[in-house]
């Protein structure tokens, strides 16, 4: 069982940043891929960024390259996600995910969500 507590959202102006964190329990953290994912208001959860166990590997939907930064510290048992140039279209309520094994862009093949914490953009 992994629990994951969010932090680090809030209120920024658009061209603004913010850093997420995402805190895990457990003593095998490296074992897992870790996702970061965002829903907005009526809009299905979508894909943010996602990185391996070790860290080595990240991947990125088109819609935050260059922007976003997905990093891990595995001896704390965190990772972070770090917004750059943030526009409005980048509110809503972020979410951390685990799995065990790679890591993927498909919320399904994750196993464990937190909470969630909102970013919300203004212009």
């Known amino acids: 069982q992994v629990q994951l507590v969010e932090s680090g959202g809030g209120l920024v102006q658009a061209g603004g940043s913010l850093r997420l964190s995402c805190a895990a329990s457990?003593?095998?953290?490296?074992?897992?891929?870790m996702g970061w994912f965002r829903q907005a208001p009526g809009k299905e959860r979508e894909f943010v960024a996602s990185?391996?166990?070790?860290?080595?590997?990240?991947y990125y939907p088109d819609s935050v390259k260059g922007r976003f930064t997905i990093s891990r510290d595995n001896a704390k048992n965190t990772v972070y996600l770090q917004m750059n140039s943030l526009k409005p279209e980048d509110t809503a309520v972020y979410y951390c995910?685990?799995?065990?094994?790679?890591?993927?862009?498909?919320?399904?093949?994750?196993?464990?969500w937190g909470q969630g914490t909102q970013v919300t953009v203004s212009s």
């Open positions: 457990g003593r095998t953290f490296s074992s897992y891929g």
């Open positions: 990185i391996s166990g070790s860290g080595g590997h990240t």
């Open positions: 995910a685990a799995r065990f094994g790679p890591y993927s862009a498909l919320d399904a093949l994750y196993d464990y």
